[in-house]
Every structure is written in structure tokens, then in C-alpha cells.
């Protein structure tokens, strides 16, 4: 159950487009469509954004889309915000019936 | 509205016990798989433990296989995380995160506000 590889930080300029990948297996992210995204803010809890790969639950920002390829799932968020500027983190179902998160990346919007 | 409402953290001794509680409402508690998650200071998410809608299924993070057990009662909408045998790297704030299928998968639509489990001598 190793934890899914995302990059620590990422940053962008408001308008702009930023991605963040998340890196696992085959027994994961390769094996499954069962790929979600999180937004989380200092001190509250995560909020979900992307599941299934690219599917956006009601409420969220079409700004948001994910995709997959092969054992890597990225997030791109496109029209930075300020508002965007959070903590992300990506999870993925397992082949031993279990969850496995990314650890997180930081993204500051300058 | 869907509300999750975590309860029973605080300051426990290593080797102490502890149960989570999860008061659910607004959306069928049966037909929802629900996962606990945890957070320690300033670190990422972890997936702890999911439970089927009918909780004849449930499963573990290696990290706590043996020691923790999850449980949940349908006709009470609460969910249940029994913690025994604790050490100090079970510090974190422990979530409830339901799913929108009867198993988990990892897509977690609704979370609580968290609750604060603190294992230290």
C-alpha cells in the first residue's frame, strides 16, 4: 500500500493552467477507473472534486478536469483563481480492496 | 442535506483504546459505503478502513490491520471506528467520508468536520 507519487507544489499566475500528475501501478491507478481528486483547505476537510478519472460531482467548477493514462492520473485546472490556491491530493482503489492517497501537493497561486 | 458528525476523540495512552463515532443524516445509510481517513499534523490524507453499505464487508490500511475495526449500525445511521492497542504515529484527525456506492472506492462525496485522536504519554 505505497502512497501515490504527486509532485509536492505546484504554482501558476491567475488565468493560467496548471496540472498535477499523481503516479501509482498497475494494482492502482493503471487497474482501475476508480480515480478521485480532493481540494482541501487549511483546517477544514477535503472537499471532492474529480472521481472516476474526469467526472465532475454537482457544484463543482468545469474549470476542473481529470484524465488517466496508463499508470498516471493528472489534474488540470485551467483560469487559475486565488481561490484555487489549496492543498490537492489524489486516491485510487486498489487490487487488495483498499484506498491509497497521493501525498499531497501544494498549489500557490502568485 | 447530507451531515456527517464525527465523536469520541481526545488524549489516549499508548496501548489505550478508543471508538469513533459517525452520526449520519440526510441521504440512506444503508445504501452508502463509508470510509474512515485520516490526517495527521501537517501531513497528507491516509485511507483507514471502508465498510460496505450493509457492513458484511469492511477492509484495512496494513497500518492499522489487527488493532482497528470498523463497524456500523444501520438502523442507528452511525457508523463505528474501534481503535485498540494505539501508539503515537495513530495521532491524526479521523474523518468519516461516505461514498455514493455500496462499496468503497475512494470517491468520497460527503466528509465531517473531523475528530481529533491524540495518542501521548
Known amino acids: 500500500q505505497s502512497a501515490l507519487t504527486q509532485p509536492a507544489s505546484v504554482s501558476g499566475s491567475p488565468g493560467q493552467s496548471i496540472t498535477i500528475s499523481c503516479t501509482g501501478t498497475?494494482?492502482?491507478?493503471?487497474?482501475?477507473?476508480?480515480v478521485s481528486w480532493y481540494q482541501q483547505h487549511p483546517g477544514k476537510a477535503p472537499k471532492l472534486m474529480i472521481y472516476?478519472?474526469?467526472n465532475r460531482p454537482s457544484g463543482v467548477s468545469n474549470r476542473f478536469s481529470g484524465s488517466k493514462s496508463g499508470n498516471t492520473a493528472s489534474l488540470t485546472i485551467s483560469g487559475l483563481q486565488a481561490e484555487d490556491e489549496s492543498d490537492y491530493y489524489c486516491?485510487?482503489?486498489?487490487?487488495?480492496?483498499?484506498?491509497?492517497f497521493g501525498g499531497g501537493t501544494k498549489l500557490t497561486v502568485l | 442535506e447530507v451531515q456527517l458528525l464525527e465523536s469520541g476523540g481526545g488524549l489516549v495512552q499508548p496501548g489505550g483504546s478508543l471508538r469513533l463515532s459517525c452520526a449520519a443524516s440526510?441521504?440512506?445509510?444503508?445504501?452508502?459505503?463509508i470510509n474512515w481517513v485520516r490526517q495527521a499534523p501537517g501531513k497528507g490524507l491516509e485511507w483507514v478502513s471502508g465498510?460496505?453499505?450493509?457492513?458484511?464487508?469492511?477492509n484495512y490500511a496494513d497500518s492499522v490491520k489487527g488493532r482497528f475495526t470498523i463497524s456500523r449500525d444501520n438502523s442507528k445511521n452511525t457508523l463505528y471506528l474501534q481503535m485498540n492497542s494505539l501508539r503515537a504515529e495513530d495521532t491524526a484527525v479521523y474523518y468519516c467520508?461516505?461514498?455514493?456506492?455500496?462499496?468503497?472506492?475512494?470517491?468520497?462525496?460527503?466528509w465531517g468536520q473531523g475528530t481529533l485522536v491524540t495518542v501521548s504519554s
Open positions: 465498510t460496505s453499505g450493509s457492513g458484511a464487508s469492511t
Open positions: 440526510g441521504f440512506t445509510f444503508s445504501n452508502s459505503a
Open positions: 486516491s485510487a482503489y486498489t487490487s487488495d480492496s483498499t484506498v491509497v
Open positions: 467520508a461516505k461514498e455514493g456506492t455500496l462499496l468503497w472506492f475512494g470517491n468520497c462525496d460527503s
Open positions: 498497475s494494482s492502482d491507478i493503471g487497474g482501475y477507473k476508480y
Open positions: 472516476e478519472v474526469s
